[in-house]
């Protein structure tokens, strides 16, 4: 080979090279449409001239023909504001510029670019010539390139005008707006006569697939439609388009189906040919109807003709760094993941129309989708109706194909829904009655583009009701012990005819009755800021799973945001620990979802006596068709601590349950003895199947309130005297920040660096000069100065639902709940002024592990330090400083914060934290 073809080859590969790296390192380089793909793409996404046109002056000055210079790149997908896109947020109009350079192949095609979303008002020229100008901000379009210089570089100009407007759909973009682009733009090359949509409309009961084909523009001749399904047989059709006709159906049987499920989300690909354009898209087997559940009148939500127990949840569907738009493919992928992983079935994606790809992977991996309308935040208007009624329309042709897709949702808690109406010289926000005709409407134009998934018309909060529906769902915020009361009323007044949750004039139907939003977050007198939501969420748990008639529930919510700290995960989508793993084996969250569920009712934790005989409920629920015989294997646990903090076990048992595919049945109560101390006891209750496979895991806990030791025999068999004090009885403080107690001195809270000191007078009869060895033992944390308790006024509570930004710890509520970040403290103990030791305390945590501080709140709405605990010290008391008591007959114990790592310190009596003891000083003789 010569010189010159090896630096010719050498060049060529470095082009191919940097090509494809340049592809390859664009935001989202994959094609956005894995449902409506052609071949031949080219991705616009990446580094575009960007201009903020602050006085509106872009149009009058003729930004679009190419005169200005734009000062500023801008990422593009990423909304203009996010720091994913690189720029600040300093206008509502915005400027975008960038050359484009068309394949000379693509010379015998239609070329249009696309724009996957953009908001609001958006204007596309190039080369100076206007393509076309879009009003909406959630769904794609498409503008033809019609001046084409074929292997020529020419300019592409895009101006968005995102002004705040009271009737186009905002939803909760104060999380992070959605400002300019925010889906990826892309050129493609389609046919003379182009397929403008391609759905698929499977039938499983009668084993076929109906493809209906939408053309933009009538041809003026019959083409050629060519569809391939692929499969383990695959299947070929051709069928003749009729000329002057846009839409075009026909049916294909499926004769060997294989089903899209949520264990196997089976996709058939397809490839359409339409004259020269061509198409891959893909679609799934399945069929969304409603059933009842076997052996009840109780209405479900159905899968391929069987009952599902829909356990979903609210995700807001939004990133720290890119708001609207994630940053990776793999990102989306993962946030289905998440919600899979953790046993949930479904996600509901909360007033935002969600990226194709998500819903992709939704699809791919077999988690159910809810897809909300977004709502505008103004008043009923002609103009909010018309945009809410587009952006439906589009939003269903676009998604149509998406099998993970069941209902869509068109309203929301009715925002948007009231008009201000002057009554008796006030001015007052009415759901009045025409608007809820058109709500009914709105259902039905829903029903009538889409008649093969559920329509819900409004998901109600707040004293609103339901029209016409297909699904009646509610929503309810409530402390923990709310649950049975709200459920029981629930279960009473829903039924066909009645009045209950629907508005004037509108009554039940037959439908599925489910939640479609819960939690505690807003169950609390102003909410809850960021606080352990796993002890609510197992009583609300355990109580849904007693009312069958209640055929799902959806959790509030998927991952945090910014002014909602209630998620599964953290906005960064790190996750929280429940601590339940600690007090069951093996258990994780999944076990709250489980398909069989063991409850022993809303209540988990009981004060109980010492050598009480009691009585445990047990309701078992059986939400799947699963062959496991005539009885599960059930195993009962007693363990727990004692009041020195020790960990003990106080016997096992195990016995038979029935089972019976969907059964949902009380069971004979469990019935236990007590222990004989004061103790706090956990008992676990593990379901395994004839295999001995585990299916389930839950608990309950007791208190068992005896009166705390003098005397105890230790685990080592040694016998013990037992000095205990409380924990508020401090005989002196001093702390850098602030120090302050918890409900009556359960807890005590000393922020920063500084001390607690005790002086504990030694008994008479403590035989000092016998004892063996002496230890001081205490449940301890380290200890945050949050928001709410700083000594400074705080902004109050604002608009929330527009996205308003608080610091987490900032509501009364709030204790974060325990997560990747840890909190250290350095600790030392000092006795009779004699060192005793060093510690390290990591952490101030909060999560299930907290019974006692969750078992004492006082019911009122509201949160004192719910769910936080310590660690078990133990440190032993230097021989030295049992010589001084002696003489001087106290012990003067010093736990003291070295400023190098000043987190704080928390002491905990018997009433709060993990361990039912107080401060106690062992003495063994």
């Known amino acids: 080979m010569t010189n010159l073809k090896r630096l010719g080859l050498m060049l060529l590969c470095l082009l191919i090279f940097k090509q494809s790296f340049s592809q390859e390192n664009i935001p989202l380089p994959e094609h956005p449409r894995p449902d409506f793909e052609r071949e031949a793409w080219l991705n616009l996404n990446g580094n575009w001239a960007f201009e903020f046109d602050k006085n509106d002056a872009g149009l009058t000055e003729k930004w679009f023909s ?19 896109s690189g720029v600040n947020d300093e206008a509502d109009i915005a400027w975008y510029s960038r050359n484009i350079n068309i394949k000379p192949e693509w010379k015998n095609k239609r070329v249009f670019v696309t724009i996957g979303a953009s908001d609001w008002q958006t204007t596309v020229w190039l080369d100076g010539k206007e393509l076309g100008s879009h009003q909406g901000g959630y769904t794609p379009f ?3 390139l019609t001046n084409l210089k074929y292997g020529t570089n020419q300019n592409l100009v895009i101006r968005v005008d995102d002004k705040r407007r009271d009737f186009t759909l905002y939803g909760k973009q104060g999380y992070g707006n959605a400002r300019g ?4 733009i892309y050129v493609e090359a389609r046919g003379q006569n182009f397929l403008e949509n391609l759905h698929f409309t499977p039938d499983i009961d009668k084993k076929n697939v109906k493809v209906t ?19 383990n047989k695959k299947i070929s059709v051709r069928q003749t388009f009729p000329k002057n006709k846009t839409e075009y159906s026909f049916v294909i049987p499926i004769t060997t189906t294989h089903l899209w499920t949520l264990e196997d989300p089976y996709l058939y690909e397809v490839k359409a040919k339409l004259g020269d354009d061509e198409v891959k898209s893909y679609f799934g087997m399945r069929k969304i109807s409603t059933v009842y559940l076997p052996n009840t009148n109780y209405m479900y939500v159905a899968l391929n003709n069987k009952p599902i127990y829909l ?12 708001f609207y738009t994630f940053p990776t493919d793999e990102f989306m992928k993962n946030e289905i993941l998440l919600a899979r992983n953790i046993g949930l079935n479904g996600i509901r994606t909360h007033i935002k129309v969600d990226v194709p790809r998500k819903l992709y992977w939704a699809d791919k991996l077999g988690v159910l989708v809810m ?16 945009e809410s009624e587009y952006t439906l329309k589009e939003m269903i042709k676009r998604d149509y194909n998406h099998p993970a897709i069941f209902s869509w949702i068109t309203f929301n808690e009715t925002w948007g829904l009231r008009s201000k109406q002057e009554i008796n010289g006030k001015k007052e926000s009415i759901y009045l009655p025409e608007t809820q005709k058109w709500v009914a409407s709105v ?9 093969t998934r559920l329509v819900e018309d409004n998901s109600i909060c707040c004293g609103a009701g339901h029209t016409e529906t297909d ?14 009361k709200h459920l029981k009323t629930i279960d009473e007044k829903t039924f066909v005819g009645s009045n209950f949750h629907y508005e004037k004039g509108y009554l039940q139907t037959d439908v599925p009755n489910i939640n479609s939003e819960c939690g505690n977050v807003w169950g609390y007198e102003g909410s809850t800021g960021d606080v352990d939501w796993s002890w609510d969420y197992h009583r609300m748990m355990n109580t849904f799973r007693k009312y069958p008639k209640i055929a799902g529930w959806l959790y509030t919510e998927h991952h945090d945001v910014i002014n909602e700290w209630n998620g599964y995960f953290r906005f960064d989508r790190s996750e929280k620990e429940t601590g339940v793993s600690e007090l069951v084996d093996g258990m994780g969250i999944k076990d709250f979802h489980s398909d069989i569920y063991l409850s022993t009712g809303n209540e988990i934790s009981r004060s109980v006596k010492p050598k009480e005989e009691i009585s445990v409920p047990l309701y078992l629920s059986v939400m799947t068709d699963k062959n496991l015989g005539k009885s599960l294997n059930l195993k009962i646990q007693m363990y727990g601590y004692d009041a020195l903090g020790q960990k003990k076990t106080w016997g096992s048992i195990s016995k038979t349950i029935p089972y019976q595919a969907w059964i949902q049945k009380e069971l004979e109560p469990l019935k236990l003895t007590m222990p004989d101390e004061k103790s706090v006891v956990i008992v676990a209750l593990i379901v395994e199947d004839n295999t001995g496979k585990t299916v389930h895991r839950n608990f309950a806990t007791f208190i068992v309130e005896g009166n705390s030791p003098t005397e105890m025999t230790l685990l080592n068999g040694k016998k013990a005297k037992l000095l205990s004090f409380e924990a508020k009885n401090f005989s002196d403080s001093q702390w850098s920040k602030k120090q302050w107690n918890v409900l009556d001195g359960a807890k005590v809270n000393g922020a920063g660096a500084g001390y607690f000191e005790y002086k504990i007078k030694v008994p008479t009869d403590a035989n000092l000069d016998k004892v063996m060895s002496a230890s001081f033992v205490a449940e301890v944390s380290s200890k945050q100065l949050f928001a709410k308790d700083m000594d400074k006024t705080l902004a109050g509570n604002e608009n929330y639902m527009l996205g308003a930004k608080a610091e987490p710890s900032q509501n009364k509520n709030a204790y974060p709940m325990t997560d990747t970040s840890r909190y250290p403290s350095a600790v030392s103990v000092k006795v009779n002024g004699i060192f005793a030791g060093k510690f390290d305390l990591t952490n101030d945590p909060a999560d299930h592990r907290g019974i006692l501080s969750w078992h004492y709140q006082i019911q009122d709405r509201k949160l004192r330090e719910a769910g936080s605990y310590g660690y078990r010290l133990d440190i032993n008391i230097p021989q030295k400083a049992i010589e001084v008591a002696q003489s001087s007959g106290e012990l003067i114990i010093r736990l003291e914060v070295d400023e190098k790592l000043a987190g704080g310190l928390a002491i905990y009596g018997d009433k709060f934290g993990r361990y039912p003891m107080n401060p106690t000083v062992v003495l063994v003789y």
């Open 311 to 322: 356990q979903l949840a609210l995700d807001q569907s939004y990133h720290p760094t890119g």
């Open 213 to 231: 084909a939408y053309l933009a523009n009538a041809s003026t001749k019959d083409l050629e439609l060519k569809v391939e399904i692929g499969g």
């Open 142 to 144: 498409s503008f033809e």
């Open 371 to 386: 897809s909300d309308l977004p709502n505008f935040w103004g008043e009923p208007d002609k103009n909010a109706q018309q």
């Open 471 to 484: 699904i009646n769902s509610w929503h309810e915020y409530l402390p923990g012990e709310g649950w049975e």
């Open 181 to 184: 682009l925010w889906q990826t």
């Open 443 to 451: 259902y039905r134009l829903a029903k009538s583009l889409d008649a």
């Open 66 to 84: 190419g005169n200005k210079s734009f000062t500023k790149t801008i990422s593009v997908p990423f909304p203009w504001g996010s720091s994913l």
